[in-house]
């Protein structure tokens, strides 16, 4: 019987599984791996599709409604938000390389006992964003960053101590929108590509591979039912979008869930904002498990992320849970908006400032 010899590679070469890609980037750039990311990231991308197949049949399978439950935000847990956190939890805890993890949906970072020293990585996720979209069957996500385990960690130590780390310190953060396709973005600090899943073959496979953020955009992403209790500089700044300031009259596009917002704004351009409200002061999005994923992503696509005042990746966290403002764009946006919140910054320090984050 004649042997067939397939050379290496000479498969479909356009079929690049997330797997694949995980493992070529990490020969490019850490030849030294194990693999033992990659391992990691399967837990994660197993997870996703253990809950985009509930959010598929979110209908029929009674997920909708709450769980009777509240998380610490005391928000009505949705059932799909449980079930999107038993799925992380699980997959990464027999990941023996997964020392400890943080969830939006509970309160405390969980270490995972008897890794005598396996555990490496520390994982922080929101298992479902835009939970209230759930029932009206509008995209919702799931939102992670991966950090490593602080040296000297040691399982003495108070677990929070290995979450709260600054957003720079990120190896790798990415997101799964469960929209009208299932698409994972990620980035481990060499670009940003795109996977989408194909249901036929259980695979997330690329589709968007080194995502730039357009220099400009065309809209704009806020809910504006809040306009008179934003900052008047945020309010001016929309303004000056929405009156051609920048050259068009920038249109309103807000679905309400973050990772369906921003993978938009990341895809076409234009800015995503959630200002500092009266009912949420400090902001409503949560620094660890949102806004810092969205940022290092907009960074490596060529926007930028701030909070109003510091740029998201560089502000040190005090709680698992703390929220932020969050003002993140493609570079045209973003460096107008600086223009509006440090009127007073040299435009070269601005610039640099800016430029430096954005390099
Ligand atoms: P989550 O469902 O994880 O609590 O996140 C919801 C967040 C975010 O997805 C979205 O951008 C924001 O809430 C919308 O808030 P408003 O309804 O106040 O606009
Ligand atoms: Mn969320
Ligand atoms: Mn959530």
């Not at 130590?157 to 709260?164: F, K, Q, S, T, Y």
């Not at 065309?218 to 929405?242: C, G, H, I, K, Q």
């Not at 696509?301 to 502000?315: M, P, Q």
């Amino acid at each position: 019987m004649k042997t067939r010899h397939v050379a290496l590679g000479s498969h479909d070469p356009t079929i690049v599984t997330i797997q694949q890609h995980i493992l070529q980037e990490q020969r490019k750039h850490s030849p030294h791996a194990t693999g033992s990311f990659s391992w990691l990231l399967s837990g994660i991308t197993l997870a996703t599709k253990m809950t985009e197949a509930r959010v598929r049949r979110a209908g029929l399978l009674d997920v909708i409604g709450e769980a009777g439950g509240v998380n610490i935000h005391a928000e009505k847990q949705q059932k799909l938000d449980v079930y999107a956190d038993e799925a992380l939890v699980h997959c990464l805890g027999v990941r023996e390389n997964v020392a400890v993890i943080a969830s939006e949906e509970n309160e405390e970072a969980i270490m995972f006992d008897g890794r005598n020293g396996t555990g490496k990585y520390v994982v922080v996720f929101d298992p479902l964003d835009g939970s209230s979209n759930i029932d009206v069957n509008v995209s919702v996500g799931t939102i992670f960053s991966i950090f490593p385990l602080p040296p000297g960690f040691s399982t003495e130590d108070d677990e929070a101590m290995a979450v709260l780390q600054r957003g720079t310190q990120q190896l790798a953060a990415g997101y799964v929108v469960y929209g009208s396709s299932t698409i994972m973005v990620y980035t481990t600090g060499h670009g940003v590509h795109g996977f989408t899943l194909d249901p036929s073959i259980g695979a997330y496979v690329l589709s968007h591979e080194d995502i730039r953020m357009p220099e400009q955009g065309a809209y704009y992403s806020s809910n504006d039912a809040y306009w008179e209790t934003f900052p008047e500089v945020y309010r001016d700044y929309l303004t000056f979008l929405r009156t051609g300031g920048m050259g068009r009259r920038y249109g309103l596009r807000y679905i309400g869930s973050l990772v369906a917002d921003f993978h938009r704004t990341l895809l076409r351009g234009g800015v995503f904002l959630y200002p500092p409200t009266d009912k949420d002061p400090q902001g409503k999005l949560r620094l660890l498990y949102e806004a810092n994923a969205v940022a290092f992503i907009a960074e490596q696509a060529g926007g930028f992320a701030t909070d109003g005042r510091r740029r998201i990746l560089e502000i040190e966290p005090t709680g698992i849970h703390q929220r932020t403002p969050l003002v993140v764009g493609g570079r045209s946006e973003m460096e107008q908006f600086q223009r509006f919140v440090q009127p007073d910054v040299t435009r070269l320090d601005g610039q640099e400032e800016l430029s430096h984050a954005l390099t």
